[in-house]
């Protein structure tokens, strides 16, 4: 494929979904576009921006020589996202023409709200990267209803962008069902591939943990449950305050969970359900630091809902997981994973309709039936298999090619 690339993505250049699901990838763009450039399109919050230097000097780190960051700001403020709105897509559209710009590549659906009127704009030929619903996973997720005005208009976007792309990389197969019969778009003219979230299996491995956070968690001889991610919204909150609950009445005083995230009602709900403070640690921690942290664990904990969207996405914390060794405690039907937690023996479905007690009970037993150094290798293996950056080579070269 011809011609200089836009990339648009709707997350800040440090958040931990662009340094892991977004960045990693883009060599594989340049692998199979030698000869283009590539204008790579974040959205920076005010906490979180970023010196238009540093972010060069990491792209420079990661060999990305071809890549160019397009730093936009975002606003929370409902009036000056708009007013703004029409300003980068102005300034991204003149991008477009002087750099002959001839692929938008969005990446997920969200920034199809710049991404599809570009591309009608300009004709520059549109591919979606990691496609997976987002309108309804807002309603799924109490944040959005259907009868408001950001749904309809995000269902609306997202069902004429795939309408109009050429090509889709899905997260998982099953998303070909939600297109035909949820946004009943025909997509059998187009090229689909599917690319799961993929690791970086040197990044991410089995280590000894390190004793300087042994001694700062207490952790010898203790039962270690590690979750990087927030709670609320698409996952569980209320729940998992009662996993934890159970945790601590099964194994009493050799429980301790580490739950890499900020939570402002942490005290609240400790109080609420008579938890023992000292035996869980909310620490987040910078994403350089998380694979420290996972190797803490005896097994880690994925707690998105059980909801339409996440059948069809794609939880990079898994793939995270299954590198370090760690089995799952998993909800059913998310994305691919579940099933293979169930077909590989590679933790423990979280039943919600049952107590939480039973899911501690199964994930006790299954812990037990070998050593950690045999089971963490096995489940290496695992990530090795269905979470290698191979499978987003193999993809992008069917994109691109």
Known sequence: MKGNILICTFFSFSDALMQAYVLPYLKYIEKYNPQADIYLVSLEKQEKKIKKQKVKEDLQKRQLKNTHPILLNYHSNKILFACSFIWQVCRLFTLI????????????????????????????????????????????AQTWN????????????????????????????????????????????????????????????????????????????????????????????????????????????????????????????????????????????????????????DFALNPTRKVLGRR???????????????????????ADDSSIVKNENAGAIWNLNQPAIQTIQKIDAYLSKETKDARRARIREIAKTHKGFELADQAYQKIYS
């Open 97 to 140: 023409l002087r750099k002959k710009i001839r692929v938008i590549h969005s990446w997920c659906l969200p920034p199809c709200l710049y991404a599809l009127p570009l591309s009608y704009l300009t004709r520059t030929s549109l591919i979606i990267d990691s496609c997976e619903p987002h309108a309804d996973s807002m309603v799924d």
């Open 312 to 334: 069809y996405g794609a939880p990079i914390k898994n793939a995270e997981y299954f590198a370090c060794g760690l089995p799952i405690v998993i909800a059913d039907s998310i």
């Open 146 to 297: 259907t009868s408001a005005l950001r749904y309809k208009i995000m269902h609306f976007i997202e069902k004429k962008s795939i309408d109009r792309a050429e090509k889709l990389i899905l997260c998982v197969n099953a998303m070909q069902d939600y297109i035909s019969k949820i946004l009943k778009v025909d997509i059998s003219n187009k090229l689909v591939v599917t690319k799961p979230a993929c690791v970086d299996l040197k990044q991410f491995q089995p280590l000894n943990p390190k004793s300087s956070l042994i001694q700062k968690f207490d952790l010898n001889q203790k039962i270690v449950m590690v979750y990087a991610g927030k709670l609320g919204g698409l996952y569980y909150e209320h729940e998992v305050f009662e996993l934890l609950k159970a945790a601590q009445e099964h194994w009493k005083d050799r429980f301790v969970a580490l739950l890499l995230t900020h939570y402002e009602k942490a005290d609240q709900q400790f109080k609420k359900y008579a938890l023992n403070s000292n035996q869980i640690y909310f620490n987040p921690v910078p994403y350089k630091e998380v694979v420290n942290h996972l190797n803490l664990a």
